[in-house]
């Protein structure tokens, strides 16, 4: 079906940048919605943490606003999280997810990748 696969995370200083890449591959038609999600230690959700859209309309959460940005290759079905100033609270294991179109129907799957774990220190 659809392999997703995140990269690039890792320890990092309070202040660092760091950028978080997931590509999608597969039987891929067309991709309409890439996002972020993240779950903290010791909580059961995963917070949506910053979307775009196969238009490039985004979102980022309010948590994040002006520290993390998203963007996306849809050449490459590739999109990135560029994470600048993280804090400590910002650990989590971060987790890609891709709605993905298989023929020309459009109808849309969700798809996850394994996810990738940033730590923050202080």
């Known amino acids: 079906q659809v392999h997703v696969v995140e990269s690039g995370g890792g320890l990092v200083q309070a202040g660092d940048s760091l950028r978080l890449s997931c590509v999608a591959s597969?039987?891929?038609?067309?991709?309409?919605?890439m996002g972020w999600y993240r779950q903290a230690p010791g909580k059961q959700q995963r917070e949506l943490v910053a979307?775009?859209?196969?238009?490039?309309?985004?979102f980022v959460a309010d948590s994040v606003k002006g520290r993390f940005a998203i963007s996306r290759d849809s050449a490459k079905n590739t999109v990135y999280l560029q994470m600048n100033s993280p804090k400590p609270d910002d650990t989590a294991v971060y987790y890609c997810?891709?709605?993905?179109?298989?023929?020309?129907?459009?109808?849309?799957?969700?798809?996850w990748g394994q996810g990738t774990q940033v730590t923050v220190s202080s």
């Open positions: 997810n891709v709605d993905v179109a298989h023929d020309s129907s459009t109808r849309y799957f969700s798809y």
């Open positions: 597969g039987n891929i038609f067309s991709i309409n919605f």
């Open positions: 979307s775009i859209t196969s238009s490039e309309r985004t």
